[in-house]
């Protein structure tokens, strides 16, 4: 089964990235991907000026009034594309981040993984797969470990990394898929519900560069404390 780029549309959530939103969806088009959608999480530095200057054809552009984090943003994005996916033909979309640390390039990986098993639902980055390159910083390479750990126990689901970004999920799955946590915890929410309803997934590796501005953007150390626990609530309380 050969994969159309055409059926694919990527979903980037954004907050005050002006300064790199440019870069990352001019890359993006570069490799042949049109379709994108960007939710312009509440920003405040002028990220729909950029985007009305740079590309002014832009069809997908959605804004939350107010900051909403990062769960919210991508559940935004999910909604449009259960609305639109017949009307565009979207078969897949793909999770990206807006601050330039990934390359599309990795794109075509997940795309060797769905056309290699056409029963996948879901296909997620992992930085810890033998053929990843990532240069991730010692204390975040601690954390993601016990995350790793957490995941096992809570969600009863083996993945090497835990807190991904870069996903590539069949549209069709995605009523199946309703997130509620607005925060970063909605990775681990996410990775909750293909354990509870049972989706087919697969991890793939990536190469991913992070400098001064992406750790930066990132999540902060501290998070993962609020993470476990608002987990822990979500799942048994």
């Not at 790793?148 to 799955?173: A, C």
């Amino acid at each position: 089964m050969k994969i159309d780029k055409k059926d694919i549309v990527i979903i980037i959530p954004s907050y005050n990235e002006a300064s790199r939103i440019g870069e990352t969806i001019a890359s993006i088009y570069e490799a042949d991907y049109r379709e994108i959608i960007l939710v312009d999480d509440g920003s405040s530095d002028g990220t729909e000026a950029v985007i009305r200057e740079k590309f002014p054809d832009f069809k997908h552009f959605l804004r939350h009034c107010i900051n909403r984090w990062y769960g919210a943003a991508l559940e935004t994005g999910f909604e449009y594309v259960r609305r639109n996916r017949v009307k565009y033909n979207w078969k897949y979309c793909v999770t990206f981040d807006a601050d330039g640390q990934l390359a599309i390039t990795n794109l075509s990986r997940f795309i060797h993984a769905f056309e290699q098993d056409p029963t996948l639902h879901i296909v997620m980055w992992s930085r810890f797969l033998e053929d990843s390159h990532a240069n991730i910083p010692l204390l975040r390479k601690m954390i993601l470990a016990g995350g790793k750990i957490f995941t096992r126990m809570i969600s009863d689901i083996d993945l090497t990394d835990t807190h991904n970004g870069f996903r590539m999920i069949r549209t069709e799955v995605l009523d199946t898929i309703r997130t509620t946590m607005d925060g970063m915890e909605f990775s681990s929410e996410l990775i909750d519900i293909i354990s509870d309803k049972k989706l087919h997934w697969k991890e793939v590796p990536i190469d991913v560069t992070y400098d001064e501005y992406s750790l930066s953007k990132g999540q902060r150390y501290g998070w993962a404390f609020r993470i476990a626990t608002r987990m822990i609530w979500r799942k048994f309380f």
